[in-house]
């Protein structure tokens, strides 16, 4: 079975710096997916990524998958407190978007002022 | 876009009851929804992939007999806790894939269960 591993655990920034969540998995990514998640509430859809070497950006956040797609990094740029959440990525099973997920094992970011 | 809900958001039992979680597509239909678990501080854990017109398919190490699952139609799937104990105290949230073309699944706001 395909494991997702996040890194860090946990994150605390200052308001206005940058930071980097990582997310590995044991097997070639299908479809990768980035959620935000505030505790006790359900998931936001961020971005998804599909092909070696892609990058996307929304806003302040930017998403990578790597070339051997196997490993995917989300970027925040200039962090502000409404970024702070707990960040989830996941991978389907290769049937796309009505696949079930594999989800890692979360990052859960504090942005202090 | 398309919406999930989840009913209740919130549900708090004695044990040895059941409890009844609504999954609803709101403006898609869904031949499959599917339904995860979430501990505190821990991540989502997939229990369970509901079929419309068919039965749920239950990942390892989940009691089918215990968390019971019925994809009533197209847009609405339910999951019954039965004889809930307190161990099942958790945060359940579906989801629903609306379809080609769509670049995410859509998940529902969450329901938390506390079992006294």
């Known amino acids: 079975s395909q494991e997702l591993e996040q890194s860090p655990q946990s994150l605390i920034v200052q308001e206005g710096k940058n930071l980097t969540i990582n997310c590995t998995s044991s097997k070639t990514l299908y479809g990768l997916y980035w959620y935000k998640q505030k505790y006790g509430e359900g998931l936001i859809f961020l971005m998804m990524l599909q092909k070696g070497g892609e990058e996307k950006s929304h806003e302040k956040i930017t998403a990578k998958l790597d070339e051997k797609k196997q490993q995917s990094s989300l970027h925040i740029t200039a962090s502000q407190p409404s970024h702070a959440g707990i960040y989830l990525c996941g991978a389907d099973g290769g049937a796309g978007t009505a696949s079930k997920l594999t989800f890692g094992t979360g990052t859960r970011l504090q942005v202090t002022l | 876009g398309a919406v999930v809900s989840q009913h209740p958001s919130r549900v708090i039992c004695k044990s040895g009851t059941s409890v009844k979680i609504e999954c609803r597509s709101l403006?898609?239909?869904?031949?499959?929804m599917f339904w995860y678990r979430q501990f505190p501080k821990k991540s989502l854990m997939l229990m369970a992939t509901s079929n419309e017109g068919s039965k749920a398919t239950y990942e390892q190490g989940v009691e089918k007999d215990k968390f019971l699952i019925n994809h009533a139609s197209l847009t609405l799937s339910t999951l019954t806790v039965t004889s809930a104990h307190p161990e099942d105290s958790s945060f359940y949230i579906c989801?629903?894939?609306?379809?080609?073309?769509?670049?995410?699944?859509?998940f529902g706001p969450g329901t938390r269960l506390t079992v006294l």
């Open positions: 403006d898609f239909q869904a031949t499959t």
């Open positions: 989801s629903a894939p609306p379809g080609r073309g769509r670049d995410t699944q859509y």
